[in-house]
């Protein structure tokens, strides 16, 4: 349930707070702020940017916190120090200070928010001469891709306890108040946050996945080497935070896994196709079509079809002529078997091959005959 600072909580606050930071109130919940993730700090993208924490933001839109990724960036005049906002109970809620650009650290809550902000000062840098110095025990300088010769190193002790309470008063929030040097701060001159860091805070609380409800407090983009940049080199995620990854490198890891498994890739397509079913069992061989009166008496008889009787050895016809066995390959459905061969029936034999003893007795006697009877 969210709160909208009204006319009387608005009062409540100036009477509280100091007049030089109450432009800098931006929005109340009466839902504590959760813990500030775990990250590491991206390196410096070039000379003359400073660090700027991340923070937890809030939305009325869509009634969440939504995590706002530290990043670098450009100091908008010389001599100017970032002093990071931060959330803190007053008047039964829970109200973000906005942070300001100034020629010192303020007060920030005590909130220790890593990387030279221990909860009091900055111990990240200081400016001298018109450069800013950086410590080197502290800040992620990569003499590889930036070079930087304005630093120096200094050992930080911190003497508080560490937490990640991300604010102040309330139960369970961090007891800090204003030093007399914060409340010398805090009368200054300020700088509203630049162009480049509101950027970085649009970006994020349009990123659904930075959202406190997506990520519980791991976001995937804890930090950015530069503002509005939360994919590609410099992007740094929070500890345990799955890594955010871009659609170029996503599009690139998937035409790499294609080309190391293209038989794993055809598999997959079989594998997603539904398995053929089992053939079903083919059915006895059907006998030869019937003729229309082989059918209706198949019909008329018992609903099982008879069993197909084994063919019996046909017995073999005798020697029939020719005019016997035309019908017989009209009538049979498939071609009548070969017959054996069959003997040829011995001719007649010609008269001139008559029995000898015929030969012998006639001519003999009708020469005698006629030639006794003249």
């Not at 400016?127 to 110095?133: D, I, S, T």
């Not at 200094?154 to 800090?176: L, M, Q």
């Not at 530069?226 to 690139?252: T, Y």
């Not at 197909?308 to 073999?316: H, I």
């Amino acid at each position: 349930m969210k709160i909208r600072i009204g006319y009387l909580l608005s009062f409540l606050l100036l009477a509280a707070m100091p007049l030089a930071s109450m432009s800098q109130i931006s929005v109340s919940v009466n839902i504590a702020p959760p813990e500030l993730p775990v990250y590491e700090q991206p390196p410096i993208p070039e000379d003359g940017y400073m660090w700027t924490p991340g923070y937890w933001g809030y939305s009325d839109d869509f009634g969440d916190y939504y995590w706002v990724p530290g990043t670098w960036v450009p100091v908008p005049q010389p001599g100017l120090l970032w002093t990071p906002g931060y959330w803190g109970f007053s008047a039964g809620a829970f109200v973000f200070n906005t942070g300001y650009w100034g020629p010192h650290i303020g007060f920030y809550g005590g909130v220790d928010y890593g990387f030279g902000y221990g909860g009091n000062g900055y111990e990240g840098g200081y400016w001298q001469n018109g450069h800013l110095f950086y410590n080197r025990s502290i800040t992620n300088i990569n003499n590889s891709s930036v070079h930087i010769t304005n630093v120096y190193n200094k050992t930080v002790i911190n003497n508080t306890t560490v937490n990640h309470v991300s604010y102040n008063g309330g139960t369970g929030g961090i007891e800090a108040r204003p030093t007399a040097a914060d409340q010398v701060a805090a009368h200054e001159t300020h700088v509203a946050p630049t162009s480049a860091q509101r950027e970085q805070e649009t970006t994020a609380r349009s990123d659904p996945a930075l959202r406190l409800s997506a990520n519980h407090g791991k976001p995937a983009v804890a930090a950015t080497s530069k503002p509005g940049v939360f994919k590609g080199a410099g992007v740094v995620g929070a500890k345990n935070a799955p890594r955010a990854v871009s659609p170029a490198e996503a599009a690139k890891s998937k035409e790499n896994a294609s080309a190391a498994h293209p038989a794993a890739k055809s598999e997959a397509k079989t594998a997603a196709k539904p398995a053929p079913k089992p053939a079903a069992p083919k059915p006895a061989a059907k006998p030869a079509p019937a003729t229309h009166e082989e059918s209706e008496s198949m019909h008329e008889a018992a609903p099982k079809p008879a069993a197909k009787p084994a063919p019996k050895p046909a017995a073999k016809p005798a020697p029939a002529t020719h005019e016997e066995s035309e019908p017989m390959h009209e009538a049979a459905p498939k071609p009548a078997p070969k017959p054996a061969p069959k003997p040829a029936p011995k001719p007649a034999p010609p008269p001139h091959e008559a029995p000898p003893q015929s030969h012998e007795e006639h001519p003999p006697a009708e020469h005698e005959t006629g030639h006794g009877g003249r």
